[in-house]
T-cell receptor, first 118, second 114 residues
Framework: DTGVSQDPRHKITKRGQNVTFRCDPISEHNRLYWYRQTLGQGPEFLTYFQNEAQLEKSRLLSDRFSAERPKGSFSTLEIQRTEQGDSAMYLC????????????????FGPGTRLLVL | DAKTTQPPSMDCAEGRAANLPCNHSTISGNEYVYWYRQIHSQGPQYIIHGLKNNETNEMASLIITEDRKSSTLILPHATLSDTAVYYCIVRVGRLDFGNEKLTFGTGTRLTIIP
């Protein structure tokens, strides 16, 4: 178990540029989540996948954001035309859903990608 | 999911027990109490969860009041590496559409003092 990994760990970009982040979940985890965290706040849910299907998107996920998990393994989160308000830590988590019992599912988080938009 | 209230910050001396309170007065009968923590520059880490009975694992103990309106996370012998933001989350026990996500508040910033 190598844990959830995210790449890059840090990204500085200029306003208006596109950025893409990658998340590699724990092997065999069928669920993958994206969260965003701004300074002094707890993480906020953005979207999640079960295998390759994107099942829920938050209202926070504007049209400039798109997430994919093409083969049900790694996922990418792309932000187009970045704005200064997009500056945040982007966290990925994965879990193995075995049943509808929430106590059987633990979300394991990666270290995050810290984005700074200048 | 029910809303939780936590103190914004707490200090605890190294080696002493750290007791972190959480108020969840609107919790429903099918909602669990979860605790996560986030060490600086890392992603959140699961600690423990419970429904109504007290729970203990290798990291911590969770004490839930009989009326389930509040709970306390106990770190029995705090170390410097326990310095982190601790989040108390209430979560419906059944995973259905819309319930899969974790809803974090602002948490309690716990500082362990040498």
């Amino acid at each position: 178990d190598t844990g959830v990994s995210q790449d890059p760990r840090h990204k500085i970009t200029k306003r208006g540029q596109n950025v893409t982040f990658r998340c590699d979940p724990i092997s065999e985890h069928n669920r993958l989540y994206w969260y965003r965290q701004t300074l002094g706040q707890g993480p906020e849910f953005l979207t999640y996948f079960q295998n390759e299907a994107q099942l829920e998107k938050s209202r926070l996920l504007s049209d400039r954001f798109s997430a994919e998990r093409p083969k049900g393994s790694f996922s990418t989160l792309e932000i187009q035309r970045t704005e200064q308000g997009d500056s945040a830590m982007y966290l990925c988590a994965s879990s193995l859903r075995r049943s509808v019992d929430v106590t059987q599912e633990t979300q394991y988080f990666g270290p995050g990608t810290r984005l700074l938009v200048l | 999911d029910a809303k939780t209230t936590q103190p914004p910050s707490m200090d605890c001396a190294e080696g002493r027990a750290a007791n972190l309170p959480c108020n969840h007065s609107t919790i429903s009968g099918n909602e669990y109490v979860y605790w996560y923590r986030q060490i600086h520059s890392q992603g959140p880490q699961y600690i423990i969860h419970g429904l109504k009975n007290n729970e203990t694992n290798e990291m911590a103990s969770l004490i839930i009041t009989e009326d389930r309106k509040s709970s306390t996370l106990i770190l029995p012998h705090a170390t410097l590496s326990d310095t982190a933001v601790y989040y108390c989350i209430v979560r419906v026990g059944r995973l259905d559409f819309g319930n899969e996500k974790l809803t974090f508040g602002t948490g309690t910033r716990l500082t362990i003092i040498p």
